[in-house]
């Protein structure tokens, strides 16, 4: 596996991510009860991650994939979203999309998803 690169972040988003993980919306708290003690691939996650001046939903360090729960918040901020994820490409961090919908009416095909986009990191990085 390659080193690592380290990812900077403003360290005043701390108590914001905090607070976001304590107020999640139901498709996080599910895909969260999924994703945490590395129960998709031996995969360790995050969530509310903050990094550089962004905080992410769920975050896999080891493979630098960032994984994002679109809600209808999301609607007023595509312009906001589309400039964070290509900042946040920049650094060298992927991203899987998924609606609130889909992980609420279809849990099994969005961890399908993620573990798919997985197996072709892992293979891409071998």
Known sequence: MPKQKL???NK???Q???HLRNSSTL???LLWNQLKRR???DCQFLRQKPLDNYIVDFFCKELMLAIEIDGVSHNEKIEYDERRQ???ESLGIRFL???DTDVLRNLEGVL???EMCIEELERRDD
Do not use: N, T
Request: glycine content about 4%; aromatic content about 8%; proline content about 4%.
């Open 16 to 18: 914001r991510a905090r």
């Open 27 to 29: 498709a996080e708290v």
């Open 112 to 114: 399908s998803g993620i």
């Open 97 to 99: 999309r998924f609606q």
């Open 12 to 14: 005043k988003l701390k």
């Open 39 to 41: 129960q998709v691939r």
């Open 86 to 88: 290509k900042r946040l």
């Open 7 to 9: 990812i900077p972040y």
